[in-house]
Nanobody
């Protein structure tokens, strides 16, 4: 059983940066996929970014391309989300997710692509 723990959220002004971390513990594997989703107040949870831990292929939502970067440290079973040029509309609870069930065509852009979720970390961007 894999457990995920997010950290790094907080309050930042528009234009600022934050770096989120997601540490995996428990029964961990090197060959799995991880991703970030977010949920703003009154809205459904949406895809942000995903990455395959072997190979490092990554995918982004159009709304964050060029501003957010997903990365990994396999030696520490940790995934990161570097968020730059933050906007008030980025305000949300950010969740990390993981799966050990990968197909060759896995892209991680849907919630159903994952079987383990973290508790979330709040990101608030003030204008």
């Amino acid at each position: 059983q894999v457990q995920l723990a997010e950290s790094g959220g907080g309050l930042v002004q528009a234009g600022g940066s934050l770096r989120l971390s997601c540490a995996a513990s428990g029964r961990t594997f090197s060959n799995y996929g991880m991703g970030w989703f977010r949920q703003a107040p009154g809205k459904e949870r949406e895809f942000v970014a995903a990455i395959r831990l072997v190979g490092g292929s990554s995918w982004y939502a159009d709304s964050v391309k060029g501003r957010f970067t997903i990365s990994k440290d396999n030696t520490k079973n940790t995934m990161f989300l570097q968020m730059n040029s933050l906007k008030p509309e980025d305000t949300a609870i950010y969740y990390c997710a993981a799966t050990v069930t990968l197909s060759p065509w896995w892209r991680g852009t849907y919630e159903t692509n994952y079987d383990t979720w973290g508790q979330g970390t709040q990101v608030t961007v003030s204008s």
